[in-house]
Nanobody
Framework: VQLQACGGGSVQTGGSLRLSCVGY????????KAWFRQLPGKEREFVAA????????HYADSMKGRFTISRDNAENTVSLQMNSLQPEDTAVYFC?????????????????WGQGTQVTVSS
């Protein structure tokens, strides 16, 4: 099983980026999917999660209204549209998958992880 994230990059404050994560190998189609982010020396921080069928979503408070998580099970992908980016959004972003139905915000609940993609927001 492999998750591969892409779409990171550098933008200025107020800009947008769209991250995508593709699953390879054993199908993770109906798994709960999530995005986390991490700064050097810090714990991974929950960003957003989406249920297997895509009807339910859960966001960290600071991302509500700016970030949108979505998924395409036919393509085995999960995406994160990030708008109104701020310098404090700078981090390495990881996609993750969990067999649990609950939209957990703890990284310990996710069994599969992508390699991370860097997002840098400059002022």
């Amino acid at each position: 099983v492999q998750l591969q994230a892409c779409g990171g990059g550098s933008v200025q404050t107020g800009g947008s980026l769209r991250l995508s994560c593709v699953g390879y190998g054993r199908t993770l189609t109906m798994y709960t999917k999530a995005w986390f982010r991490q700064l050097p020396g810090k714990e991974r921080e929950f960003v957003a999660a989406i249920s297997g069928h895509g009807r339910n979503t859960h966001y960290a408070d600071s991302m509500k209204g700016r970030f949108t998580i979505s998924r395409d099970n036919a393509e085995n992908t999960v995406s994160l549209q990030m708008n109104s980016l701020q310098p404090e959004d700078t981090a390495v972003y990881f996609c993750a998958a969990s067999r649990e139905f609950t939209l957990n915000d703890s990284s310990y609940e996710y069994e599969y992880w992508g390699q991370g993609t860097q997002v840098t927001v400059s002022s």
